[in-house]
């Protein structure tokens, strides 16, 4: 059974940093495409940014770019988003997705082989 675990979310104050961590188990790690969502009430889940497989590529949103920096570690099954300068308008519910056909650079909301169950990210002003 594939899981996808998030963790590190929390309450922060605008322009701190946050890490957070999303652990893989139950599929061979190094043949997915991974990436992070985020989504807020009464609103679609957004595409935040995506990583290859062996993470030599990345694809981020214009609205992090600069700011969050995804990373994996194919021998820890686990994919980080390293948050920096965090605004109030980052506050979310940040999930983890995993695909094994659909390349980074099409990552989309709909139709992603697995999603995590999400951390919540609050930042206030």
């Known amino acids: 059974q594939v899981q996808l675990g998030e963790s590190g979310g929390g309450l922060v104050q605008a322009g701190d940093s946050l890490r957070l961590s999303c652990a893989a188990s139950?599929?061979?790690?190094?043949?997915?495409?991974m990436g992070w969502f985020r989504q807020v009430p009464e609103k679609e889940r957004e595409f935040v940014v995506a990583i290859s497989r062996r993470g030599d590529n990345t694809n981020y949103a214009d609205s992090v770019k600069g700011r969050f920096t995804i990373s994996r570690d194919n021998t820890k099954n686990t994919v980080y988003l390293q948050m920096n300068s965090l605004k109030p308008e980052d506050t979310a519910v940040y999930y983890c997705?995993?695909?094994?056909?659909?390349?980074?650079?099409?990552?989309?909301?709909?139709?992603?082989?697995?999603w995590g169950k999400g951390t919540l990210v609050t930042v206030s002003s």
């Open positions: 997705a995993a695909d094994r056909d659909k390349p980074y650079s099409h990552f989309a909301p709909h139709g992603m082989d697995y």
């Open positions: 139950g599929l061979t790690f190094n043949t997915y495409a």
